[in-house]
């Protein structure tokens, strides 16, 4: 199984980004995906998770502002960032984790798979 993240670069504040992810080796069907993010010298964080019957979960620094979706062959995943804030800065790491817990985004320690990383720079 391999993720390849796709998207990312820089924007000032306000502005809009989309990243995308493709998943290959995976079975048909929707998947438990998540979008992880990692500031210098601070422990990657949970930005997004989306379940295989595609309820979606936020942090709540993005909650309101960021949408996750998911292709029905559960390959594809997106993320689609708006009002972006320069806090927003980071690497972008697309994931496939183990599980999907209900009600909130998955946890670092249960992803089975890692992208590569995207960076999104914010300026104000």
């Known amino acids: 199984v391999q993720v390849v993240e796709s998207g990312g670069g820089a924007v000032q504040a306000g502005g809009s980004l989309r990243l995308s992810c493709a998943g290959s080796?995976?079975?048909?069907?929707?998947?438990?995906w998540a979008w992880f993010r990692e500031i210098p010298g601070k422990e990657r964080e949970g930005v997004a998770t989306?379940?295989?019957?595609?309820?979606?979960n936020y942090a709540d620094s993005v909650r309101g502002r960021f949408v996750i979706s998911q292709s029905d062959t559960g390959n594809l995943m997106a993320l689609q960032m708006n009002s972006l804030k320069p806090e927003d800065t980071a690497v972008y790491f697309c994931?496939?984790?183990?599980?999907?817990?209900?009600?909130?985004?998955?946890?670092?320690?249960?992803?089975?798979?890692w992208g590569q990383g995207t960076q999104v720079t914010v300026s104000s």
């Open positions: 994931a496939l984790p183990r599980r999907c817990p209900f009600g909130q985004v998955a946890l670092a320690e249960d992803v089975m798979y």
């Open positions: 080796g995976l079975i048909d069907g929707r998947h438990c």
């Open positions: 989306i379940r295989s019957d595609n309820i979606a």
